[in-house]
């Protein structure tokens, strides 16, 4: 049977929006929509998920092109308060533990989203380990940030992501690894790997 269970966060466990997060900045910080859109390029984007770029650094970017003042704390909530919680997986995720399978996420993600989801989404405490991006200086699907989780991994392990890029990534550094559709088929992977007390 499995041993250890690897998750991703966003579109796994918790849904986002990155549309609210430029409407939010906007509101707070009184640039236009496009304008934030325009502040958040793909390579500010990754620079702060694989924590070459700080919270403060990127609370200065924007604080530069904006006509209003706005503080840290305020940028920081505009920046994650994004997510809605996928609760019909939690239930997995519990049965999981109770069983005795170590629990990994494995995240592509940013300081400020993290906090946030750690500070209002208690499922996030079951897990044993936290392989985030921001804090381990790579992005799936490269193999570093798979590579490190597997250290911290028991035996037996698999990985869950709704992307497939991320999935496929996964398996070329050594991890079981299948999409994530819905609840369903993830307890049916789940269930051909040993999980029989999942049906």
């Known amino acids: 049977m499995l041993q250890t269970a690897c998750f991703d966060l966003g579109n796994v466990l918790l849904f986002f929006d990155h549309n609210k997060m430029f409407t939010q900045i906007s509101v707070l910080s009184g640039l236009s929509s496009a304008a934030v859109k ?25 604080q530069a092109q904006a006509p209003r003042s706005f503080t840290f704390d305020a940028f920081m909530h505009a920046m994650a308060d994004i997510f809605t919680p996928n609760t019909p997986l939690w239930p997995t995720l519990h049965l999981l533990k109770q069983a005795g399978l170590q629990l990994i996420l494995i995240s592509n993600t940013c300081e400020s989203h993290y906090l946030f989801a750690e500070r209002n989404y208690p499922i ?14 790579s992005l799936k699907p490269y193999s ?8 911290l991994a028991k035996k037996n392990v698999f990985f869950t992501d709704d992307l497939l890029v991320n999935v496929e990534g996964a398996r070329k550094a050594g991890l079981d690894s299948e999409l994530y559709e819905d609840v369903s088929s993830l307890q049916s992977h789940l269930i051909q790997r040993g999980c029989h007390f999942l049906k």
């Open 144 to 151: 570093p940030i798979f590579k490190k989780a597997l250290k």
């Open 124 to 137: 996030l405490s079951l897990f044993d380990y936290k392989v985030l991006s921001y804090e381990v200086g």
């Open 38 to 62: 325009a502040l958040a390029t793909p390579a500010i984007q990754e620079a702060y998920e694989q924590g070459t770029l700080t919270s403060q650094e990127l609370y200065r970017h924007f």
